[in-house]
């Protein structure tokens, strides 16, 4: 049901009554209240969804034109539609002002600035728990001054290429926090502005956001996206000589490789990854680097040797204190004793890998993780040395895994589907079709810290029987 102004106490009646700030706040307050998004909004107004943002953060007014469809949109009432138009385009506010502050930051150079210059570092160093939890605060803010720097409508150099920045520098942020999505799609809305308005844009600036975009494509399963996206980021990084940028872009298509079952094209990239960053003499990107040859060892069977990688790469950041790459180097090391079937080992490092992944709140780490210790759980049964009640726990972990990576649009390699699925057959068949369904219904019902403290019990159970 519309809601008409009569229905709002701080509904506008003349302009002296509707300034700057109550304009944007009931432009906000009556679109929700029609249940419509932005998106929506924008669709029916035909405009940029960061066009409505501009005009509910007050950085932007609409045109007569555009103030007339919102007007219609939005079902104002033919009596009030002229105050509605003059108050959508004045200029100068007037003393009412409404004591709710603004969304977004009231300098969005110096935010985004700020953003691109200090946290990407933050990120991967010793406080990046806390610089998570602050970005998580401030998301509404960050989407805010994303959607002034990247406005289709009024595509400025400067303004693009400090967005691009920003958005690049928080990639772990958008992977950590479930937001894959969304960050791909503000990297690449300025990726095709710049293409589009014929911005000269910096090198360096446009091929980290390539970069940044295809590694979220590739952690969403959108290969070809990703394929091209990376493909071009690499291009570009060799035409300027950027030895870390492609690097990392390599290192990338290393995890594509492995995600399709090519461990030969993904160990090729890793080792050229590595070439690079050894001769500029960064540690923490040297142990990750080492971390994709271990993947790549196990999908060619030689797990022995990857957890001499896991092992290499574990030992290098600990020194550096990189908990969520430690975490990932832990959660490598089980994965190479699980598949060599010494389970009691794999149980000690997949306990500190999870610890590590929750303590972040890296949803998608934690469901990864969640995954292999329902294994661990299925394959010590299945191997005789548990009882059904195992089972349970790991349909459970599954199931509460799933969960998590469909919150997160995430995507398990092909060859990681195929054995999960004859898995959770052979366990499907020990426990009844009904039963499993019933623990996996549960699994998928807990929240994230339930899974979480049983897969911590179930490992330190099993890791305490060796």
């Known amino acids: 049901m519309y809601m008409m102004y009569d229905a709002h106490p701080s509904c506008p009646r003349t302009r002296s009554t509707m300034d700057d700030v109550l304009f944007k706040d009931w432009l906000r307050r009556q679109r929700v209240a029609l249940d419509l998004t932005q998106e929506a909004l924008a669709e029916q107004v035909g405009c940029a969804v960061q066009t409505i943002r501009a005009f509910e953060h007050g950085w932007r007014r609409p045109s007569r034109p555009m103030a007339e469809r919102l007007a219609t949109i939005l079902a104002v009432p033919p009596a009030q539609r002229e105050a509605f138009l003059q108050a959508a385009r004045a200029t100068r506010p007037t003393s009412v002002a409404m004591p709710e502050p603004p969304i977004g930051p009231a300098d969005p150079v110096a935010y985004l600035t700020s953003l691109a210059s200090a946290m990407r570092e933050r990120l991967y160093g010793p406080d990046q728990q806390q610089c998570l939890a602050q970005l998580d605060a401030e998301l509404e803010t960050i989407r805010a001054a994303l959607a002034w720097a990247l406005d289709a409508d009024h595509p400025e150099l400067a303004r693009v290429e400090l967005g691009l920045r920003a958005a690049s520098a928080i990639e772990r942020f958008w992977h950590g926090r479930g937001h894959q999505a969304e960050g791909q799609r503000w990297l690449e809305q300025g990726i095709n502005l710049v293409e589009r308005a014929r911005l000269e844009a910096d090198p360096a600036v446009l091929a980290a956001a390539l970069s940044s975009a295809g590694w979220l494509a590739r952690i969403r399963g959108d290969m070809a996206r990703a394929m ?48 690079l960053r050894r001769s500029l003499g960064d540690p923490r990107m040297i142990a990750l680097a080492i971390n994709g040859l271990g993947h790549a060892a196990i999908v060619r069977g030689y797990y022995e040797r990857a957890a001499e990688y896991f092992l290499e790469s574990l030992a290098m950041l600990r020194d550096l204190h990189d908990r969520r790459s430690m975490a990932l180097a832990l959660h490598g090391l089980g994965l190479a004793r699980l598949r060599q079937g010494i389970l009691e080992e794999a149980a000690s490092y997949l306990g500190e890998a999870l610890s590590l992944f929750d303590a972040l709140d890296n949803t998608l780490d934690v ?38 990576m469909e919150t997160s649009s995430i995507r398990l390699s092909q060859s990681e589907q195929a054995r999960r699925d004859a898995l959770l057959a052979a366990v499907r068949l020990r426990l009844g079709s009904g039963n499993f369904q019933t623990q996996w219904d549960a699994g998928r019902a807990l929240a994230q810290s339930e899974p979480v403290a049983a897969g911590l019990a179930a490992v330190q159970r099993l890791g305490s029987s060796h």
Do not use: N
């Open 367 to 404: 469901a990864i993780c969640l995954e292999l210790v329902g294994e661990l759980l299925a394959l010590r049964v299945l191997m005789g040395g548990g009882d059904a009640g195992a089972l349970h726990e790991a349909t459970q972990l599954w199931g509460a895994s799933e969960r998590m």
């Open 228 to 275: 091209a996206l990376l493909h071009r980021c690499v291009a570009l990084y060799r035409a300027i000589g950027d030895a870390q940028g492609t690097s990392d872009a390599l290192d990338t298509l290393g995890d594509m490789a492995i995600f399709e079952g090519d461990a030969i094209a993904a160990t090729w990239f890793y080792e050229e990854s590595l070439a």
